[in-house]
């Protein structure tokens, strides 16, 4: 992309950063407790029904408070935002960018400020709180950059007399609706781009992160993002977010989140209402159940480090994490000698704390969801690591991580995605069989291999079934503009953030056909 560069991350290995990160976060702490009513039109509407947002490491403290909309407030931001549409969509690409550039340049200025806010939110350690932000601007950075290319339109076949044109037209209304795992990053990464191409956004963020998206949705507005092109509306993704994607005057469904909320969207824009003129289109991102493939020559050093990175950064709460490990039968036992220190060895505390390897799960359904699945994955496979209980903080949604060996590949641990830190060992015999049990899932999100071989390397080139492949490297942190990010399989539909050709799933082709030849044109 001409011109876009990626936003540094922080290095904390530096003194000043790391007084400056604390300063934020001290900060954030004293600004706790915000309100964060619906934003309709530029407008704050209460609903008189609020929703606590809490820090999942201190259940007890409460981040902030957004109101939960109702079909009304829903029903009034979309007709606010048709309203806008056709504005926001005349106004000439480069103006719009403008505006999405300076929302940049503020969040660059505010960056440790938000991922402090993300620490208390989310439960996320520094490094990824930092790295999240630093996405967020490359986001708005690099689709701005994407529209004013994409607004050229494409060359087609010319012909004496008549002139040929393609270009490319906004959706319309679109409804962003945000998980909570990246609460700035793919929500500012999917608002940006719908809105750089000219649609205009209605923001449902996730239950657990609404206070941060209110703040993202404000900075917007401070850059100079008319009021009613983005507006803010919290809520129940039962009520708030299926009432947004049945309206009939919603063109354009943006979601990351779960397999099961992905399909039955999909389901329900692939029905229009009666009332409704157009197909709705959805882009949806959904869950992995991901695998790295570890070859019998495989650097070990290399390998842990991975491991480690991949399935337990942010708890194993990512999209992309690791949660299969398939080991060359030649390797698997100097892995597990190795994997279990470093594993135990893992810090699991309070994200405010530098130290933090491992942080909160999200909320009191995450933590019951992981730990009757270890519980359940005790009995049926072995344990080789699970974090004692003494070793996690009392107060809070910790989980610590664990690893599983002979795992049934059918089993539910090994199938579903459990969304937090627990790795399951397939001990194989061959690189090909590692393949195929790698591919042995319904999602097809990131994978990895590990391998000195050119031709195994070759072969999970052609084979592994992921949207994201990673060779003798980590599977999670996809950077914007390097490594385009999304699934296939039930993982998603194969669009990719981040990448050259997102941008085309949120814009329909229009072709202009003139005959050049024509006669009686009035003269002056
Ligand atoms: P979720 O599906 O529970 O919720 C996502 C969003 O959908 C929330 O805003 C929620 O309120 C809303 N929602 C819930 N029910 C809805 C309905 N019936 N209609 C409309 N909206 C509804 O997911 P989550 O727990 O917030 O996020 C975790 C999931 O997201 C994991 O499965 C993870 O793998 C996935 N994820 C995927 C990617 C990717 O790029 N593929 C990235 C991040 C997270």
């Given at each position: ?45 209460v609903t ?15 981040v902030?408070?957004?109101?939960l ?37 503020r969040?660059?200025?505010q ?18 709180a ?77 239950e ?191 989980a610590?991580?664990?690893?599983f060996?002979?795992?049934d ?6 199938q ?13 015999r ?26 195994n390397?070759?072969?999970?080139i ?59 044109i009035?003269?002056?």
């Amino acid at each position: 992309m001409t011109g876009f560069q990626n936003e540094p991350l922080a290095d904390f290995s530096d003194a000043s950063q790391r007084t400056r990160f604390a300063g934020a976060l001290e900060q954030v702490r004293r600004e706790l407790g915000w309100k964060a009513p619906c934003v309709i039109g530029g407008q704050l509407v209460v609903t008189g029904r609020w929703l606590p947002s809490v820090n999942p490491a201190h259940p007890s403290l409460v981040v902030g408070q957004a109101a939960l909309a109702r079909p009304e407030e829903v029903d009034r931001a979309v007709a606010c935002a048709l309203r806008a549409q056709a504005r926001w969509a005349g106004m000439p690409v480069e103006a719009r960018a403008a505006l999405l550039q300076s929302a940049a340049s503020r969040l660059r200025q505010q960056r440790a400020w938000f991922a402090a806010l993300a620490v208390f939110e989310v439960g996320k350690p520094w490094r990824e709180a930092d790295a999240e932000v630093a996405e967020a601007i490359d986001f708005l950075d690099y689709y701005c950059a994407g529209a004013v290319e994409l607004a050229q339109g494409k060359a087609v076949n010319q012909q004496p007399g008549e002139s040929n044109r393609y270009h490319y037209v906004p959706r319309g209304v679109c409804a962003v609706i945000a998980p909570w795992n990246f609460p700035i990053g793919i929500l500012a990464g999917m608002a940006s781009a719908a809105l750089a191409a000219g649609n205009v956004v209605i923001v449902k963020p996730a239950e657990q992160s609404p206070i941060i998206a209110s703040h993202f949705v404000r900075l917007l507005h401070e850059a100079g993002v008319p009021e009613d092109v983005i507006q803010y509306l919290p809520g129940l993704g039962e009520e708030a977010g299926r009432a947004l994607v049945e309206d009939p005057r919603v063109a354009l469904v943006m979601f990351t989140g779960s397999k099961a909320v992905g399909l039955s969207i999909l389901r329900t824009v692939g029905h229009p209402a009666p009332t409704q003129r157009f197909l709705k289109h959805a882009v949806v991102e959904m869950g992995g159940k991901n695998a790295i493939v570890v070859d019998e020559d495989a650097d070990l050093d290399e390998v842990i480090h991975g491991v480690l990175a991949s399935a337990f950064g942010y708890q194993g709460q990512k999209c992309s994490a690791a949660s299969r490990l398939i080991v060359h039968a030649a390797l698997y036992d100097r892995l597990v000698e190795r994997l279990i220190p470093a594993v135990s060895g893992l810090r699991v505390c309070d994200p405010v704390e530098p130290r933090c390897d491992l942080g909160p799960l999200i909320d009191p359904e995450a933590l019951t969801r992981v730990t009757t699945a270890v519980t359940e994955a005790a009995v049926s496979s072995t344990c080789l690591y699970r974090a004692p209980a003494d070793r996690l903080p009392a107060e809070g949604y910790f989980a610590g991580p664990a690893l599983f060996a002979e795992v049934d590949p059918r089993s539910p641990v090994a199938q579903e995605e459990l969304f937090g830190p627990v790795v399951c060992l397939f001990r194989v015999r061959s690189f090909s069989e590692g393949l195929a049990l790698a591919n042995d899932t319904a999602y097809g999100l990131t994978g990895g291999v590990y391998s000195r071989s050119p031709s195994n390397l070759q072969e999970a080139i052609d084979a592994f079934q992921v949207g994201n492949l990673y060779l003798n490297r980590p599977i999670t942190g996809s950077i914007v503009g390097r490594q385009p990010f999304g699934g296939y399989k039930l993982s998603g539909l194969g669009t990719k953030a981040g990448g050259p050709d997102y941008l085309l799933q949120l814009v329909v082709p229009k072709t202009i056909c003139e005959n050049t030849a024509r006669h009686g044109i009035p003269l002056e």
